[in-house]
């Protein structure tokens, strides 16, 4: 993902008001009230087992691993998987990726999307493992397929592991982003666009710091939802005061006209420093950030249930 400077400006008014409307519902929410069954140390195993392949790049024995790791698991849990391969065109050529889909049944025809992607950045001078970026939220997202498969909901949730995010050499509007813009396209093909009612999508969710950002980029009334249910739960300090606008996998669908949110952490380390850095290892992973991110999704996803 990256930071988009073209979004950055916003009313400041608008922003006082909006802080002001939160810090008055955080007054009664000061205790954190668990509401999943997310089971922090069992998304931080996942997490730390993703770390243990290594780099995980496309096409990389890494990614090959991973995606094995994935697919079982989701198997196991008796859900629908999809395997989606395609070749993507890169700066680097031709790179095969794939994205794995897994659906959970409901009664309504519309699903949610909750997505991630679970590759890491080429990098061709340090060893990276991107236990944050890459690592966090798609063992976050092997939790939630676990906790929502036991769990009887009205509208299908499709979970989504993202190949190919990431920027082969430098980030541009073709490099990069490759599994989600495959995907969203495949969604057109199929004419199934309209069966999609939201994606919530994860990224970097993992830092013992959790702030995730208030997205301009993101459906303006899915981030508003994201934003109340993190202060229902009393998880108004994992949420930023000030905006950002962010490029990321949610981009394709908010394109494509499907709501889409994006729940990043973009803070992390001092001015994030650990991004893109031999310092994103599994030590600046912390279980308590998954879970509160868990949390907040599955409270997300009884808001658009009732909606």
Known sequence: MKLDPNLMKYSLSLLVLICFHFSISDLGAQNPKSVSGIDADLAFAHVKKLVSFGPRPPGSPGIAQAQSYIISHLKKLNLQVEQQDFLATTPNGSVAMKNIVARATGEKNQAVILASHYDTKLMQNFYFVGANDGGSSAGLLIELARVISQ??????????????????????????????????????????????????????VGDKELVLERDLSSTPWLLDLVIKSAHELGYGKHIATLPKA???????????GISAVD?????????????HSSNDTLDKVSPESLKITGEIVLKTLDKLGAK
Not at 153 to 167: H, K, L, N, Q, S
Not at 246 to 256: A, L, Q, S
Not at 263 to 273: E, I, Q, W
């Open 151 to 204: 769990q009887k909901r009205t509208f299908p949730v499709w979970f989504v592991f993202f190949d190919g995010e990431e920027a082969q050499r430098d980030w541009t509007e073709t490099d990069s982003l490759y599994g989600s813009r495959y995907f969203v396209e495949k969604l057109k093909r199929d004419s199934v666009t309209r069966r999609v009612k939201a994606m919530i999508l994860l990224d970097m």
């Open 246 to 256: 962010m490029t990321d996998d949610h981009i394709p669908f908010v394109r494509g």
């Open 263 to 275: 729940l990043v952490d973009y803070s992390y380390g001092f001015d994030n420093l650990y991004w």
